[in-house]
């Protein structure tokens, strides 16, 4: 469904996108993660086709978006940080709007009325839209990008300003949309993401540094694993420190249970040591009771790559995650330098109509965010 290849956004000498390239099949939650600043708003703002890329392609559903912009965009809803609003038409009048504005064929009345049920804006349908509540109006805008039911559906920050209950209830509805449509989801909340994608691309100062599956970035760099055995302590301490590609094992606090003993095993990059762990303590009689991988949590992965933690960038590297079974790229670790300054040539991208601010993106990503025109967006929105 979406192919970006080789993206490069320059503002000035500033490299605010280096070099990004990824895919995303015709399903699937991608999570988008990065701190602030990092280029994500403006790596979906190229996806969505809202501003060009100064090098690079991005290609939906086999439309590349600058060659063939209407055809890329009729597959693509998009709901940027900041909602296109247009505060004094009514929730109906506005969707009614973008209806038209797309240009989309489903029968109208009805597909309103489905897309409002399905974010929960029934309620407030004939409410003008600048008397919303914040939460409201992000459901409002969440509704416009559902319009037409896209191939490819955009969030940068879905849930900003919602509640609790109506968080749940966004995440639950994305999880369906990626169901049947590909997603690209951005959010700082890292619970969420955890909640909803299957897979995550982690970008810092432009440059992508993981693309893989939550299961693998738990595991980043953390080769312990804990026991529990029924046995005695020092013996099994001793027993255990022959195994080969055994780093370090540590005795742990007894559990409580009489007899049992708990201990944190330390492998080298690549071991497996569970067959040759079964056949040690069986021979001596010694019941494992459990075995499991102490993974880390989505934050720490996260913290640790984005700070450049060298052993998580060594074993992005050495591909400890899986991309052949999401039939993505091979990761790519970064470059240790910063990278170079923009040439002369390639210092002032060529002016697109509608195009954001370079200073406002450069600022906060999506800080820039124009307010909606409707002279303007009509010349935007496919």
């Known amino acids: 469904m979406v192919n970006v290849q080789n993206v490069t956004k320059i503002y000035g000498s500033r490299r605010v996108v280096d070099n990004i390239s990824f895919t995303l099949g015709d399903r699937g939650v991608l999570g988008f993660l990065g701190p602030n600043g990092a280029g994500k708003s403006t790596t979906m703002n190229i996806i969505a086709g809202y501003t060009s890329s100064s090098a690079g392609s991005v290609t939906v559903n086999g439309s590349e978006i600058l060659e063939d ?5 009729r597959n693509v809803g998009y709901l940027p940080e900041r909602p296109p609003l247009y505060p004094e038409m009514t929730v109906t009048d506005y969707l009614s709007f973008m209806f038209d504005l797309k240009k989309l064929s489903l029968p109208k009345k009805a597909h309103i009325a489905e897309i409002c049920a399905a974010v929960g804006i029934v309620p407030v349908q004939k409410r003008i839209i600048k008397n919303l509540s914040k939460g409201f109006q992000q459901r409002v805008g969440l509704a416009q990008a559902m319009l037409g039911n896209p191939r490819l559906l955009i969030m940068d920050e879905p849930t900003v300003g ?44 432009g440059i992508l540094i993981a693309n893989d599956t939550l299961e693998n970035l738990s595991r980043l760099g953390d080769n312990r694993q804990l026991l529990s055995v029924e046995g005695p302590g020092e013996e099994l301490l001793l027993a255990i420190r022959i195994l080969p590609g055994l780093k370090s094992v540590r005795l742990l ?13 330390e492998t080298e990059t690549g071991q497996d040591l569970r067959r040759d762990l079964f056949r040690l303590l069986a021979a001596k009689n ?22 450049g933690d060298n052993a998580a960038l060594a074993a992005l590297a050495a591909g400890s995650g899986d991309n052949a079974a999401t039939d993505e790229p091979g990761i790519e670790a970064p470059e240790a330098a910063a990278p170079e300054a923009a040439s002369s040539e390639s210092a002032a991208p060529e002016a697109v109509p509608g195009e954001q601010n370079p200073a406002a993106l450069d600022a906060g990503e999506a800080d820039g965010q124009p307010e909606a025109n409707p002279d303007a967006t009509k010349g935007e929105i496919q």
């Open 69 to 73: 912009p209407i055809g890329a965009k």
């Open 162 to 205: 919602l509640d609790p209950v109506q968080i749940l209830e966004i995440r639950s509805l994305i999880r369906e949309i990626g169901k049947r449509s590909a997603v690209i989801f951005s959010s700082h909340i890292l619970q969420e993401v955890q909640a909803v994608c299957d897979r995550v691309i982690v970008i810092n100062n």
């Open 253 to 265: 606090d007894h559990s409580g249970e009489p007899g049992v003993c708990n201990f944190e095993l």
């Open 286 to 307: 010694w019941p494992i009771l459990s075995l499991y991988r102490s993974g880390i949590s989505l934050e720490d992965a996260f913290v640790r790559l984005t700070a």
